[in-house]
């Protein structure tokens, strides 16, 4: 799951199993707003995914990955910027 | 129209209650997600970038005013007010909750529909030239043909796990209006010698791998299709690759072992295996015909209302074609509205269209592999009535076969697949050539976009493709030229390096610029200045106006 990743920080996220919801992961649990999310160290990761394999496990959360965030703390992809903020489009 | 029989409404009842008792299987925790996933798949749930995504299969394209109301009523209720028509004659969900999805589909079950068939190694949802049984041209109608298939094929326990998906085309006459050539099977009816039967193509495909179908065999009698078909997914089963996904559809086997081999093992499989159980007798196949008869049409004299109303002129121009029936015709209507994802109906015009139906066109609905539907039997004498009903649910946009007509998959805003956005290329297209004459002094020309190489949107055989691409970070667009996907069928080829999503409207001014200097008159369509001039023409004109621009 983290195989690959670039940059320093990151947040984690999921889908919510029942809903198929975006998450990320805060300190009071899984939220839909990425603003309250933790922010993950590159010496973290390995904990975190721990704790998202638990949760998988809890049947809380499906498809856990981390989102890279670039040095001003934003979101880095376009994919994850969709992923956050929805479809760019008017339906 | 295809009715269930009571077995069909048994199988379809049992298999919600199934997939109920998984999906709660899989919440207790009972069921992994590794243990769930190929289970929802076959129940045609994907999970997207944002949410769940159900494909729901609308065999050979057929809908039923009672179905279109039915899918509205689940996009309100369980979805976002509004689907999506995929380029297999499919509709898609794209935020479904995972506890929801029994209910969906036991309200589809309803109306004689399911998800069975839209995803997974299996033989997928069979798809048909969205005019069969309507044009004077046809051989047969290949609708009861695609519907012995699917009954053959549907739960057939050899073949729900092949190497990689499978996916089928049947069409009745010479055009190919179902892509057919771009299919792992591709079945066309002909007539030799007061006989009719098959002319069959294997290991056609779009993906990473684009591949024109080639010809397994000439002709064969109807009553063995099933046999033949048995042989052709034997064979594959036997010998496609499952070591590699990439290299697991049947194109690559066909062009590894070269079609002169793969056909030997198909008929050696044919002569070994085929049996009379396979073989379809006159009384069934005349009990499927009976389910595709066409309505009570009476051939008549009636006249299409010529009005003075340029809209409604060039709406009858471009999106209404006569039917074989003298005095209808059939009506084409373009989900192609300006500045609207195409595709994407909402709820609201999908009831408004199950109504329009009953009034105009005996509740039939068909969906094509172009994204856009049609209403198949309409009395001349109510065209302008129709128009004026769909001119106000935005459903009379006249533009079918012209270039603001794109297909185009869901791209980078929906799937978790993408390298880049696809759809807000086709809203700029649309807006940019959105002027009627415009678009009719181009001609036609399809522009086909995926958001990436799996090309869901048909991009290796659009006219102009459009490949998104992600290049350091920032979407690329790449550039195909003189692809088909028609009776005529070719896969594109790339013009030079991508372009910035600001660029890629001028890089396609440049290139109709092209088209337009090599035009000799006015049927002298892109497709065919293509293939006179070839791609170096256009590839000097692009790119030379591009370094002089910068
Ligand atoms: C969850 C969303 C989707 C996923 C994960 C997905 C995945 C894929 C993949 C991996 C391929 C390449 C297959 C191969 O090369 O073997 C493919 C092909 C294709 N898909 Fe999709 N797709 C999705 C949505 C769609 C949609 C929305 C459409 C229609 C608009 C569509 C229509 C097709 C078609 C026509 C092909 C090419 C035909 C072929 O299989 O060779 N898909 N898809
Ligand atoms: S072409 Fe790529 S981006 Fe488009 S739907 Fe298919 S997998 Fe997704």
């Given at each position: 799951m983290a195989k690959k990743l670039q940059g320093e920080t990151f947040l984690l996220s999921a889908n919510e199993l029942r809903s198929g919801k975006v998450v990320f992961f805060t300190s009071t649990g899984w939220s839909?707003?990425?603003?309250?999310a933790i922010k993950i160290k590159v010496d973290e990761i390995e904990k975190y995914e721990e704790i998202s394999i638990k949760e998988e496990k809890k049947c809380i959360i499906i498809s856990p990955k981390f989102v890279e965030l670039d040095e001003a703390g934003n979101i880095r992809t376009l994919r994850d910027k969709i992923r956050n903020s929805g479809i760019t489009i008017k339906i | 129209m295809y009715k269930y029989s009571d077995i069909d409404k048994k199988i379809i009842a049992s298999r919600v209650k199934q997939f109920e008792n998984q999906v709660n299987r899989r919440i207790e925790g009972r069921l992994t997600e590794e243990e769930f996933k190929p289970l929802r798949l076959m129940n045609g749930l994907y999970l997207q970038l944002h949410a769940y995504m159900l494909r729901i299969a609308i065999p050979y394209g057929e809908l039923s005013s009672k179905q279109l109301r039915k899918i509205a009523f689940i996009a309100d209720k369980y979805d976002r007010g509004y689907g999506h028509f995929t380029t297999r004659q499919n509709i898609q969900f794209n935020w479904p909750k995972l506890l929801e999805v029994p209910e969906i589909l036991r309200e589809l079950s309803s109306v004689?529909?399911?998800?069975?068939?839209?995803?997974?190694?299996c033989i997928r949802n069979i798809s048909s030239d969205h005019l069969a049984g309507l044009?004077?041209?046809?051989?047969?109608?290949?609708r009861p043909w695609c519907e012995i298939i699917r009954k053959w094929s549907t739960f057939h326990p050899e073949f729900s796990f092949l190497p990689r998906k499978f996916k089928i085309a049947v069409i009745?006459?010479?055009?190919?209006?179902?892509?057919?050539?771009?299919?792992?099977i591709g079945l066309r009816i002909i007539k030799r010698k007061n006989q009719v039967g098959f002319e069959i193509f294997v290991g056609g495909g779009q993906g990473r791998t684009p591949i024109i179908g080639k010809k397994i065999r000439d002709f064969l009698p109807k009553k063995d299709i099933l046999n033949y078909l048995e042989a052709i997914l034997t064979t594959y089963n036997q010998?496609?690759?499952?070591?590699n996904i990439y290299k697991a559809r049947i194109k690559i086997l066909v062009r590894e072992l070269g079609i002169e081999k793969f056909r030997s093992l198909v008929e050696e499989n044919f002569s070994k295996l085929s049996n009379k159980e396979l073989e379809i007798d006159d009384k069934s196949i005349e009990e499927i015909f009976g389910f595709f008869r066409l309505p009570p049409l009476k051939p008549n004299t009636n006249q299409i209302p010529s009005k003075n109303n340029h809209e409604y002129q060039n709406w009858i121009k471009q999106n209404v074609i006569p039917h074989k029936i003298q005095g209808y015709s059939i009506v084409q209507i373009s989900?192609?509205?300006?500045k609207k994802p195409p595709g994407d109906a909402t709820s609201n015009q999908m009831i408004a269209l199950a109504e329009i139906s009953e009034k105009f066109s005996f509740s039939e609905i068909r969906v094509t592999h172009e994204q856009n539907l049609v209403l198949p039997h309409v009395s001349n004498d109510e065209l302008f009535n129709l128009w004026n009903q769909l001119k106000i649910q935005n459903?009379?946009?006249?533009?079918?076969?012209?270039?603001?007509d794109t297909i185009c998959c869901p791209g980078m805003d929906y799937c978790a697949l993408a390298t880049a956005r696809s759809i807000p290329i086709s809203q700029k297209i649309s807006s940019h050539f959105n002027n009627y004459l415009k678009q009719k002094e181009i001609g036609d020309l399809k522009i086909k976009i995926s958001?990436?190489?799996?090309?869901c949107g048909h991009h290796h055989v659009g006219n102009i493709g459009i490949l998104g691409l992600d290049r350091k970070g920032q979407e690329s667009y790449q550039i195909t030229l003189?692809?088909?996907?028609?009776?005529?069928a070719a896969i594109g080829e790339i013009v030079g390096p991508s372009f910035s999503e600001n660029d890629l409207i001028d890089a396609i001014e440049k290139i109709l610029d092209t088209y337009k200097k090599h035009?000799?008159?006015?049927?002298?369509?892109f497709l065919s200045v293509f293939r006179r001039i070839g791609i170096k023409e256009f590839k000097k004109d692009l790119y030379d106006n591009f370094t002089k621009k910068a």
């Open positions: 839909s707003s990425s603003s309250e | 004689e529909m399911h998800a069975i068939q839209t995803s997974g190694n044009t004077l041209n046809e051989i047969e109608d290949p009745g006459c010479t055009e190919d209006r179902a892509a057919m050539l771009v299919h792992d010998e496609g690759r499952r070591d989900l192609k509205a300006p459903l009379a946009t006249p533009n079918l076969g012209l270039i603001t958001g990436c190489i799996n090309a003189g692809g088909s996907a028609k009776e005529d035009k000799r008159n006015k049927s002298d369509d």
